[in-house]
């Protein structure tokens, strides 16, 4: 290809580049930290050594984005919004990837009309400025499948195959649905490479490396496989979570799920969705002849999504939207490829319906508190309530993330369902304590504090004392405050 195409391309990937850098760094501390993100940041304070091995870590997620969030968290500082950085980073690496694995499997053009849609994917947006490992996935993702894609083009090159042995390693390192991942990857080799030894051999040495060093961290695996609930982490909503994943790699979550939504949000979720689903479904059956471009996205596609689901329906309801996070780029790489497939008119038109939609999403994304509140609820706490007041929580969750903006207040208690009906009030004064009978210690004012759905066990025992002050608008955060077993307090 002569330099003229190419440099017709390079300004069009910059400013590409440039808008999708502004879409994840604005607003970037807007939401407050939930829980997950707190867990990260709490974990990559440990020593990096500890991380690694698992011994500073949580019970059902690998250690590489903690161990990433660690180095990070020491050249940069802490912060909401820094700590978030690193996945806005990452994020936006994605871009220029997209364009050159799209480059490489069909053209030029493909490739740029995909970075174009992965720069405003509001999902991959969301995403971006989360402090969790999925920006994290996408890239090893992207880059995985473009170091394999140019190893089976040349397969005397070692150390593209060394580059993937690497890659193979750290995929399942950071999210444990890497393996589906790279099922994907597994099924597009064995189509590409029959009759190529060469290649097929680099595949299978790489891949047999990069098994032997993940054997480091099987030890720890196998103790995050039996602990609880971690084959079903979204047991009750798996199937909403399925049919959800056309509208999360579309639009996002934010029209019509993690928040109410109107008519014309509900709209604009489902008229986006259809639109850029159909350039999906265009691009798979117009490109149909091009099968060995086709196998990659497609193959990586189908066993990310796939796989979970067909465990979900035959072992455990293991299948999450977040999860299956990493397969958005493939995603959009067809309808990339449906957009530069279709009449002008029709491609012009589709354009114009997504973007609409997408551009509603980022709206609502950046004008919305979408996460529990837990910044705003502290400071509230911080000021209305009385010095010698006892937080009650339920369970470690709403504790864990309150303690990220008020790390000095002790006075609080970890609620649990009562083990019979002779017992009020059940829970620990701490992290990892028995549970006990707690009643004796909940006297005088003390808050409720709960988040998701309350629980109406404790929420009935409070409203039975006198209410000093009752808050709900801190988003996904309720807190009642009640004098229990005492005078009720003065009005402040």
């Not at 020593?47 to 990070?72: A, C, E, K, M, T």
């Not at 029709?346 to 509603?360: E, H, L, R, S």
């Not at 309350?454 to 608008?473: C, G, K, M, N």
Request: aromatic share 12%; with cysteine.
């Amino acid at each position: 290809m002569s330099k003229e195409p190419r440099s017709r391309f390079l300004v069009p990937l910059i400013c590409i580049a440039i808008g999708g850098s502004v879409l994840r760094l604005v607003c970037l501390e807007q939401q407050s930290f939930w829980y997950d993100e707190v867990v990260s940041a709490k974990i990559a304070q440990a020593r990096l050594l500890d991380i690694l091995s698992g011994r500073s870590g949580d019970l059902g997620n690998p250690p590489f984005y903690y161990f990433l969030l660690g180095v990070w968290q020491r050249a940069v500082g802490l912060g909401d919004g820094v700590l978030r950085s690193l996945s806005a980073v990452l994020s936006l690496a994605c871009i220029p990837l997209v364009y050159a694995l799209g480059k490489r499997l069909f053209d030029d053009k493909v490739g740029l009309v995909a970075a174009g849609l992965l720069s405003i994917s509001p999902f991959h947006i969301y995403m971006a400025q989360e402090a969790r490992t999925f920006a994290l996935m996408s890239f090893l993702a992207l880059a995985s499948s473009l170091v394999l894609v140019d190893a089976f083009a040349n397969p005397k090159h070692l150390w593209r195959w060394a580059m993937y042995a690497l890659l193979v390693y750290l995929i399942p390192l950071s999210h444990y649905f890497g393996f589906f991942f790279l099922a994907g990857q597994f099924a597009f080799a064995l189509w590409v490479g029959r009759g190529n030894k060469a290649a097929l051999k680099g595949y299978f040495v790489a891949v047999g490396v990069g098994a032997l060093l993940y054997c480091t961290w099987l030890p720890a695996f196998f103790r995050q496989l039996s602990a609880e609930n971690n084959l079903a982490r979204s047991a009750d909503s798996w199937h909403l979570h399925v049919a959800a994943s056309p509208m999360a790699f579309s639009v996002g979550t934010v029209l019509y799920w993690k928040s109410a939504a109107g008519l014309w949000r509900a709209a604009a979720a489902g008229v986006g969705t259809l639109a850029l689903s159909s350039v999906v479904v265009a691009g798979l059956w117009r490109g149909r002849y091009q099968r060995e471009a086709l196998a990659l996205p497609f193959a990586c596609l189908a066993s990310t999504v796939g796989i979970p689901l067909v465990l979900s329906v035959t072992l455990s309801p293991l299948y999450n939207v977040r999860y299956v996070f990493l397969a958005i780029p493939f995603w959009l790489l067809l309808a990339a490829l449906g957009f530069t497939k279709l009449p002008r008119v029709a491609a012009v038109g589709g354009a114009a319906v997504y973007g609409v939609a997408a551009a509603t999403a980022l709206f609502v994304q950046y004008t919305s508190q979408l996460k529990d509140n837990w910044r705003e609820a502290a400071q509230w706490l911080g000021t209305q309530a009385a010095r010698n007041t006892r937080l009650a929580f339920y369970a470690d969750i709403g504790e864990t993330a309150f303690a990220w903006y008020a790390p000095d207040v002790t006075q609080t208690v970890r609620l649990l369902p009562p083990p019979n009906p002779n017992v009020k009030i059940w829970g620990t004064d701490r992290a990892g304590g028995v549970p006990d009978d707690v009643e004796r210690q909940l006297v005088g004012e003390v808050c409720l504090v709960m988040t998701d759905e309350p629980d109406d066990y404790y929420r009935a025992l409070f409203e039975r004392h006198p209410i000093t002050a009752r808050v709900s608008q801190f988003v996904g955060i309720e807190i009642t405050c009640a004098n229990l077993g005492g005078e009720p307090a003065a009005s402040r």
